[in-house]
């Protein structure tokens, strides 16, 4: 294990003061159940790493596009905060390989899953912030978010408004959205949301919050419908 966290660290480009932050921000919940004890996992740190990879993003956002509202700014911000976003830098990272997981999780391909490196990720973050500080937080976002704010170069519409002019284009009622699942703790909840539109077939999407639990279930009926946002 030592030998994993070494490696990290080198791809990091930094070492923990604390390497029980390390740990615990690589240590997945189905460890403790496994080894029968209360453990320690990356949930907590998750929740910190959250928020701090939000502040982070939306200060850059912020002082990179000086003349952009709250309606540019907030896209851009769920384009670069959300799963997918966390765990193609946690890809970056190699982060996958130093996860710690239970053998069951470890057979089902818990390494590749998304939703786990995109937990991990946010707690790495937090990690790296209580070991090192804010500066030391920035730096990290900066080296592994940079194709991610290279892609948002162009402000990206907000899905739900583009569904709504594509409904309202077609003088179809406005989309409707339903919560079909919340699942997982008050401090990490999931959401599963379905979008409704008259003549067209509801789609589903999922995330963090039900806001970005409908924007995906926006996109996902935008691409049915053969619009990309």
Not at 71 to 88: E, G, S, T
Not at 98 to 109: D, F, N, P, Y
């Amino acid at each position: 294990m030592a030998s994993t966290e070494q490696d990290l660290e080198r791809r990091l480009g930094r070492t923990f003061r604390r390497k029980s932050l390390l740990r615990e921000a690589l240590t997945h919940a189905s460890v403790g159940g496994e080894r029968q004890r209360s453990g320690i996992d990356y949930e907590r740190l998750e929740f910190l790493g959250d928020r701090v990879l939000g502040l982070v993003v939306a200060e850059d956002l912020y002082e990179r596009f000086p003349g952009e509202g709250e309606d540019k700014l907030a896209p851009r911000l769920n384009a670069l905060v959300n799963r997918d976003a966390c765990a193609r830098a946690a890809r970056r990272m190699g982060l996958g390989q130093a996860i710690v997981l239970s053998s069951a999780e470890e057979r089902t391909g818990g390494r590749e899953k998304d939703t786990i490196l995109a937990d991990a990720c946010e707690a790495l973050i937090a990690a790296v912030y209580l070991d090192g500080g804010l500066k030391a937080a920035r730096q990290l976002i900066a080296l592994f978010w940079a194709e991610e704010f290279t892609a948002v170069g162009d402000a990206p519409r907000d899905p739900k408004t583009a569904l709504q002019e594509w409904a309202a284009a077609r003088r179809r009622p406005n989309p409707s959205y339903t919560v079909v699942e919340r699942t997982g703790p008050d401090h990490a909840p999931h959401f599963l949301v379905e979008a409704r539109v008259d003549g067209v077939e509801a789609a589903r999407g999922a995330g963090p919050s039900k806001r970005d639990a409908e924007r995906a279930a926006a996109r996902a009926m935008l691409e049915t419908v053969g619009v990309h946002v």
